[in-house]
């Protein structure tokens, strides 16, 4: 899973609409801070999660699957934040249910070649190990001397 800076900045660069499947409601948790970070950078951000449903997250309702998602909200990507055990389910959904979807995206850890492999003959782009906000920020220079930026502000001046 080797993917040119060039593949990962045209992934970000077109997408406007991303479906965080798995996300929190809890800041701490990496799902939560990653669905912020790109809704700060403008990115509409539709959180996925049975648990939540209804509840408002970064200006949108949380909805219980992808499939719940009104019309398929003109999904460009799917960030998944499950265990790879859930991957062909959450894959086989996102095909089904969202037909502007143009990349599917798997979070670090992330991986399942058999659900990759036959989200990509449907032509769907699949990245898998990787995070969107980490990526962001290499790909455009925002990565701190630390090597990281958790997005968080600091109330000290």
Not at 112 to 117: F, I, L, M, R
């Amino acid at each position: 899973m080797d993917y040119t800076d060039a593949h990962l900045k045209k992934i970000l660069q077109t997408t406007k609409v991303v479906a965080c499947v798995g996300v929190s409601m809890n800041p701490v948790r990496p799902s939560y801070y990653v669905a912020r970070y790109l809704s700060l950078k403008g990115f509409t951000v539709i959180g996925v999660n049975p648990g939540h449903v209804g509840k408002m997250l970064f200006g949108q309702p949380i909805a219980a699957s992808l499939s719940d998602v009104p019309n398929g909200a003109k999904v460009d990507m799917v960030d998944i934040f499950r265990r790879p055990e859930a991957v062909p389910g959450i894959v086989d959904e996102a095909l089904d249910s969202l037909p502007d979807l143009r990349t599917i995206w798997m979070q670090i850890g992330v991986t399942h070649e058999q659900a990759a492999a036959r989200a990509e003959a449907q032509g769907i782009t699949v990245i898998q190990d990787r995070c969107p906000k980490i990526e962001y920020q290499r790909l455009f220079g925002e990565l701190r001397m630390g090597g990281f930026n958790t997005g968080v502000i600091s109330s000290r001046l």
